[in-house]
């Protein structure tokens, strides 16, 4: 089946072209995974705090604020 | 940490970044080297119309923006192209979220066109504009989101209110590129710089420039993202309207 807009022809697209143009569109941000898997955050958690953090830096600014980073990530 | 890029299988991606690189070259070419109709050429050169016109529906506005920038509005062959696609890949109806997105990206896409002195008003499939009304108030991040998914809304001819709207969170929308470049969402934080870059203050957001230089270098193998970088770049030297 064509189609004729003007004067230009085109086959009719497909369902699946259609699909792809409409997700395309409505594209998500790329996520890391983490913020679905709470368990892999609670695993890192517990490895950052078994790791005892040097000195007196609180615990959520070691290791270039790691914690923090997880915890944002967690809730959003 | 590993991020799992987003990205949309099939047969349209690849277009949508063929037609990407093909419109920053244009945005590069000062003297109008490439010439005009390159929408035309684009898609006649696709191995199926259907595919090339689902990628000038993808990227909208962004298809007339760098020629507009250029000063060098689209032709007659182009303008059949885009109206093509449009007919093609219809604006759903509905007041959904989903819906109103395509809304914003229509009129956008409309304004250029009517800039250039076209007509749309007989356009099939193309969706009515609306107010901004749709921007969330409130929460930045929702609002982060949805800007950065209209990026091609983000060009000098855009709808006033909306700019204005957008003016007035502009912290916000730093918040939601800061956030996005943490998260190398290259594409969404693009798009946000050029939302800062369309209507910049002046010299005291350093962090647009910054960004952009960034994304210049991690964004290499994604047109996409380049061209937002590009038209970013464009809007920042171009003098106010």
């Known amino acids: 089946m064509s189609a004729q807009t003007m004067a230009y022809a085109y086959e009719a697209p ?28 609670i695993l890192i958690l517990l490895l950052v705090l078994s790791a005892d953090p040097i000195g007196e830096e609180p615990v959520e600014d070691a290791f270039d604020g790691m914690i923090q980073k997880l915890a944002h990530a967690a809730a959003v | ?29 000062q003297e109008g080297h490439a010439g005009g109709d390159h929408l035309d050429r684009f898609v006649d050169a696709w191995d199926d119309r259907s595919r ?20 060098a509005p689209a032709g007659g062959a182009d303008e059949a192209v885009v109206r093509a696609a449009v007919r093609a890949y219809p604006a759903p109806a509905g007041h959904s979220r989903g819906a109103t997105l395509w809304n914003v990206r229509d009129a956008a896409l409309a304004r250029v066109l009517v800039a250039a002195g076209t007509d749309v008003t007989a356009w099939e499939g193309l969706a009515s504009p609306r107010s901004p ?36 969170r ?24 050029r939302w800062l870059a369309l209507d910049r203050a002046g010299d005291d957001e350093p962090m647009v420039e910054a960004a952009l230089g960034q994304l210049e270098i991690v964004g290499t193998g994604d047109p996409r993202v380049l061209l937002q970088c590009g038209i970013a770049h464009r809007l920042m030297t171009r003098a106010p309207a």
């Open chain 2, 133 to 168: 009304g749709w921007l969330p108030d409130g929460q930045w991040l929702p609002l982060a989101a949805d800007l950065s998914r209209l990026a091609c809304a983000a060009h000098p001819w855009a709808d006033a209110a909306l700019r204005e709207r957008v003016a007035a």
């Open chain 2, 170 to 193: 502009r912290r916000d929308v730093a918040r939601g590129l800061a956030r996005a470049l943490l998260r190398r969402d290259l594409l969404g934080a693009a798009g946000l710089a």
């Open chain 2, 52 to 71: 090339g016109l689902a990628a000038v529906r993808v990227l909208g506005a962004d298809v007339l923006t760098p020629s507009a920038l250029r000063g």
């Open chain 2, 1 to 29: 940490m590993p991020i799992t890029a987003s990205s949309v299988p099939g047969t349209v991606e690849p277009a949508v970044q063929a037609l990407a690189s093909e419109l920053l070259r244009a945005l590069d070419d």
């Open chain 1, 14 to 41: 497909t369902t699946q072209e259609k699909d792809q143009v409409h997700a395309l569109i409505g594209q998500q941000e790329p996520h890391s995974g983490l913020e679905h898997s709470p368990r892999a955050g």
